[in-house]
């Protein structure tokens, strides 16, 4: 379970806030899963998802362009790397399902538990990407990084410079 944060001491330590939120966003699409109602539709579903899975895509490619390239020699910086690529192929193929599924237009059973079970396992795949990073890459850059450099990455995370609405993270 995550700790709670009361206070940053470093930079780099807002993470833990921008992990809170994504979480939430996953708890979100958790609901609305469970909340698929046989004979229903997917739109409340597909908007929490496309909500999630945005997020989190944004917050990987932040991590990928602007934080691992200072720490790529180190190891929970490569085991990152995997967790990562094991997060987002889950969200890959949760989105090829839905995409399969958009052709019906109402929800069945069988779509229902799929559904739900893809978001189990992908939610179970976050907590531990997000704990590892928060566990053992949260203190390496406390060590490596100067509070400056932290600061910088920390704007890159939060801020989207590629989005009409730069501050939607």
Do not use: C
């Not at 932040?62 to 990152?80: F, G, M, T, V």
């Not at 893809?118 to 890459?137: C, F, G, R």
């Amino acid at each position: 379970m995550p700790q709670e944060i009361t206070n940053l001491d470093h930079p780099i330590d807002v993470m833990y806030l921008i992990h809170k939120a994504i979480r939430a966003e996953a708890r979100r699409t958790r609901q609305a899963a469970e909340q698929l109602e046989i004979g229903g539709n997917f739109k409340t579903f597909i908007n929490a998802f496309y909500q999630w899975a945005t997020a989190l895509g944004y917050h990987e490619e932040a991590e990928y362009k602007y934080l691992i390239p200072h720490l790529s020699q180190s190891l929970p910086a490569r085991h990152n790397e995997t967790g990562h690529k094991e997060l987002l192929e889950g969200l890959e193929e949760l989105q090829i399902s839905l995409h399969e599924e958009l052709g019906r237009t109402i929800v069945i059973p069988r779509t229902q538990r799929q559904l739900f079970g893809k978001v189990i396992n992908l939610l179970i795949a976050q907590a531990d990407l997000l704990e590892e990073e928060e566990d053992t890459l949260l203190p390496v850059i406390r060590r490596q990084m100067r509070p400056e450099q932290q600061l910088e990455i920390t704007r890159r995370l939060l801020l989207d410079p590629d989005s009409e609405d730069e501050r939607w993270m």
